[in-house]
């Protein structure tokens, strides 16, 4: 029988685990578990840098936490290519799910850019299947958010797009840009955004974290719903052009996805103590808290919640509070949406908790 674990339930975390938690913004090949990722390496015969599940987990901290963000993205490459098969990817969409609904998750929304798994000649299609098959199998309500990678020649990311929306009545909820900003602004694909609008598909742009707050109010003017990260947002708080532009914000009703962890390991803030989200929630912007990749950035969600608590004097309220603008904000249908919020609000009149 093995030896008893010494270490005592930290009741921090244990309360943050039983939190209702939207989940809007967790990339699917930034998720995955340990020892999934070690076992589908070894299916492909692709070699890992570990070969057991203790030391893979410490190579991906090690990565978290070197300060570059080369260092950061190699694990994506690794990823991406032990999750290359319709089964794997399956798998890994399950799985995601599953753990998501362990973490106390009632609503969520996945991303990924299938176009990535073309070179392992696995069509778009296919990858689009097999996601959507993986997540319909979790009791978990989710649904699929495809990603263009932004930096590509316009006809790869309009061909993005024309998946997104042939899957639009199949699971797949939205439509986001992602990859390197700064220098590839979401304005290049006006015309294509426009095109997904007006055929019905919501837009989630990655926007404001490596590159300016003007993409954000840029990412909002081109239809965005929601957009990934904007914590350069907080940069015009205070000056004589920050009213206005929270001011439009708000009247657009933009709501922000933002990864505090994920932010460090990428150099987007220095600490959870001065993240922009704190001056972000005080300036009373809609945003919520989310992981982006738990596998990279060895976070997940309740420990988020704990950070913030702990590091950024937020309270239970307010996370009570980000959670419900969270649902607000989700692409799912309304009747997944409002369960979410009874849900929320059932936990908070058992937790004597008033909303923020």
Known sequence: MPAADPTPPDPLLQRARRLPKVLLHEHLDGGLRVPTLLALLRQRGLTAPADDVETLAAWFDARAHAGSLVEYLRGFALTVAAMASPQALERVAFEAAEDARAEGCVLAEFRIAPLLFEPFGISGEAAVEALLTGLA??????????????????????????????????????????????????????????????????????????????RVLEAARLGARRVGHGVRLADVIGT?????????????????????????????????????IRALWDAGVSLSFHTDNKLISCIDQSTEAVNLLQHAAFTWADLLRMGLLAAEASFLPEPSRA????????????????PG
């Open 240 to 276: 004589p052009a920050g009213a206005a532009v929270l001011a439009e914000l708000r009247e657009r009703g933009l709501h922000l996805e933002v990864c505090p962890t994920s932010n460090l390991h990428t150099g987007a803030a220095r600490s959870i103590a001065t993240h922009p």
């Open 137 to 214: 199998r979790s009791a978990l309500p989710s649904g699929l958010i495809v990603c263009a990678m932004r930096q590509l020649p316009a006809a790869e990311v309009t061909r993005a797009a024309t998946l997104a929306l042939r899957y639009r009545e199949q699971g797949v909820v939205a439509f986001d840009l992602a990859g390197p900003e700064a220098g590839h602004p979401a304005t290049e694909h006006a015309a294509l955004l426009a095109r997904v609008r007006g055929e019905g598909l919501a837009l989630t742009l990655h926007a404001g974290e490596a590159d300016g707050a003007a």
């Open 339 to 354: 369960q979410a919020r009874q849900q929320l609000l059932g936990w908070a009149r058992a937790e004597g908790i008033t």
